[in-house]
């Protein structure tokens, strides 16, 4: 009965939500954060800088969350329990930036994970990468877990653990110009037909009184 009372309690759930306008767009490269009573903030995503956050569980433990703040706005958002799950320790947050980058990289093929590989063949690079790499159409669907836990799953967490995380230069600073003005930046995304929320009026000494 209780099975029973949980999927009703489902059913019902998927029939009254309604999807609030957050997204990570890898089409558009572009991240909507929902807002109360407002449109959704939207932006490209490499303006979003990550931050990990450490927070002390009630038990005297800890985890890590990430929170993605706006570089040019006040705008943020916490992507614990909305993307990635709660309990991560530091190596798999890392790990889940790591992935979040490479899912929004459209020339990069989506990352092999479970919930994304009825969708693989949708994606040109992914479907290319796969055919040339010989990738099981039903890779994650036919796997045994147990199995995967044992064999797979040990190696995955132990290469992890060995990688050299934060230790690369940062490849966006060496891009940015020091000289370059929020309200130039804006304009020139403008130029470029790239739309965002943040517009190059929001900037200048005009509009800004």
């Given at each position: 009965m209780?099975?029973?009372?949980?999927?009703?309690?489902?059913?019902?759930?998927?029939?009254?939500?309604?999807?609030?306008?957050?997204?990570?767009?890898?089409?558009?490269?572009?991240?909507?954060?929902?807002?109360?009573?407002?449109?959704?903030?939207?932006?490209?995503?490499?303006?979003?800088?990550?931050?990990?956050?450490?927070?002390v569980?009630?038990?005297?433990?800890?985890?890590?969350?990430?929170?993605?703040?706006?570089?040019?706005?006040?705008?943020?958002?916490?992507?614990?329990?909305?993307?990635h799950?709660?309990?991560?320790?530091?190596?798999?947050?890392?790990?889940?930036?790591?992935?979040?980058?490479?899912?929004?990289?459209?020339?990069?093929?989506?990352?092999?994970?479970?919930?994304?590989?009825?969708?693989?063949?949708?994606?040109?690079?992914?479907?290319?990468?796969?055919?040339?790499?010989?990738r099981?159409?039903?890779?994650?669907?036919?796997?045994?877990?147990?199995?995967?836990?044992?064999?797979?799953?040990?190696?995955?967490?132990?290469?992890?653990?060995?990688?050299?995380?934060?230790?690369?230069?940062?490849?966006?600073?060496?891009?940015?110009?020091?000289?370059?003005?929020?309200?130039t930046?804006?304009?020139?995304?403008?130029?470029?037909?790239?739309?965002?929320?943040?517009?190059?009026?929001?900037?200048?000494?005009?509009?800004?009184?």
């Open positions: 209780a099975l029973v009372g949980a999927d009703a309690l489902l059913w019902l759930y998927a029939r009254r939500y309604q999807h609030d306008g957050s997204e990570f767009n890898r089409q558009a490269g572009t991240l909507s954060i929902a807002r109360r009573w407002r449109k959704p903030f939207v932006a490209p995503f490499y303006e979003f800088d990550p931050v990990m956050q450490l927070v569980t009630p038990h005297g433990g800890h985890d890590y969350v990430l929170w993605l703040h706006h570089r040019y706005t006040a705008t943020k958002i916490c992507l614990a329990g909305r993307l799950s709660l309990g991560l320790d530091q190596v798999n947050l890392l790990a889940f930036w790591d992935t979040l980058q490479r899912y929004m990289d459209v020339s990069q093929p989506l990352p092999d994970l479970p919930v994304l590989e009825q969708s693989r063949h949708l994606d040109p690079v992914t479907a290319a990468f796969d055919a040339a790499n010989q099981p159409e039903r890779y994650w669907r036919d796997i045994k877990p147990k199995v995967w836990g044992r064999k797979e799953g040990k190696l995955l967490r132990e290469k992890l653990a060995a990688y050299p995380w934060q230790q690369q230069p940062c490849i966006v600073q060496g891009r940015i110009d020091p000289k370059l003005t929020i309200e930046y804006y304009r020139s995304q403008e130029a470029k037909g790239i739309q965002a929320t943040p517009k190059g009026d929001d900037y200048d000494n005009v509009h800004r009184g």
